[in-house]
């Protein structure tokens, strides 16, 4: 029986593309209180009496545009990193470490994953969390996630987390790899866009109380708050890949999608980015998203689709889209030797 194994997880995805799944998700995905971190009685009435009245119809829309054969396309990709991760760590004598994927919301659930990891009789699991940068909307609800599931159903297992790797050298290595053939291709632009935060999650991640929004230009200046800091290490991304890459000064720029109404998220948006970027010149633009690991309907729809759609109005005339490291070799490389480092010794914290 082995006793040690891999267990990669990442957010999910409705069951189906109807609004009755999508609504199930959204009330799952929204109701945690890492991601609407309201009291539990306004992000009840929140989401009963606004969300999930009026969004899973649009979003149930927009994931039929990108829905695949096989399934959504978070899930199907997750399957493929699983099944190609498990196959790069193989001995040279035949014997294969288990590699399980359990997703945050939906299935396959981490519940799932943690029992079959204790009915194999694993005890010492590899926690690889799908988030480049630490949120508590995302690294941390996960880690928060497993670690509950596992006190509930596998007491016995002992985990090594790994730690978000947004400027580790291997991970920039892998983003420049994928990344590459687009950038020779030739561009005017290149945007680089995140998933976006609340400003307020960014204050009450700093335990210090006292350098997020408080000091001058808070992300330039060092600190231990980045350490849970998601803009500083979204900024420690794109620093990192800009100088491996040899990105030309004034030839990229940061944004942050995906918001919610009725208070400050993190600024400038990409949506008022692309049209910005039209309007001043720029003809042939380039998209990557670096805090997603896997492409999904935040890079399928609104940035593929929708983004698209709202840079070529504003007067752009050439749109691509850097696919995520889904599934590349690169991505795998990466991924194995984290592990390999880890089955040597633990390399992230053990709890």
């Not at 009963?48 to 695949?68: D, M």
């Not at 998220?265 to 805090?291: C, H, N, Y």
Request: proline share 7%; net charge positive.
């Amino acid at each position: 029986m082995p006793e040690q194994a891999v267990l990669l997880v990442n957010l999910g995805s409705p069951a189906s593309t109807s609004v009755p799944d999508v609504r199930r998700y959204l009330r799952a995905f929204l109701g945690d209180e890492r991601v609407i971190d309201y009291p539990a009685w306004f992000r009840w009435l929140l989401l009963e009496g606004i969300i999930l009245r009026v969004r899973p119809k649009k979003s149930a829309h927009a994931y039929e545009k990108v829905w695949t054969p096989q399934g959504p396309p978070l899930l199907v990709t997750s399957e493929k990193v699983r099944a190609k991760l498990e196959a790069a760590l193989k001995s040279p004598d035949g014997r294969s470490l288990p590699v399980l994927a359990g997703m945050r919301y939906g299935e396959p659930s981490i519940t799932g994953a943690l029992e079959k990891l204790r009915d194999l009789g694993v005890r010492e699991v590899f926690l690889i969390p799908q988030y480049p940068h630490y949120a508590m909307s995302s690294w941390e609800t996960v880690v928060v996630k497993v670690y509950e599931e596992a006190r509930r159903v596998a007491p016995g297992l002992r985990f090594t987390t790994v730690q978000p790797f947004f400027a580790d050298a291997d991970y920039i290595d892998a983003l420049h790899t994928v990344s590459a053939p687009a950038l020779a291709g030739g561009y005017d632009h290149l945007l680089i866009s995140f998933h976006g935060v609340p400003v307020r999650h960014l204050r009450k991640a700093d335990s210090s109380r006292a350098h997020c929004q408080c000091v001058p230009d808070c992300c330039a200046v060092a600190s231990p708050a980045h350490a849970t800091c998601y803009r500083a290490q979204c900024l420690g991304t794109v620093r990192a890949f800009a100088a491996r890459a040899g990105l030309p000064a004034g030839k990229f720029s940061v944004s942050f999608q995906s918001r919610l109404p009725g208070e400050p998220w993190l600024e400038p948006f990409t949506d008022r980015e692309l049209v910005r970027l039209a309007q001043s010149g720029i003809r042939k633009l380039l998209v990557m998203t670096p805090a997603f690991t896997a492409d999904c309907l935040e890079t399928l729809e609104e940035i593929a689709v929708e983004g698209k759609q709202t840079f070529l109005d504003a007067g752009g005339t050439d749109f691509r889209q850097i696919a995520c490291l889904n599934d590349q070799p690169a991505f795998i490389d990466f991924l194995a030797g984290r592990t390999r480092a880890w089955l040597v010794g633990p390399v992230a914290s053990r709890t």
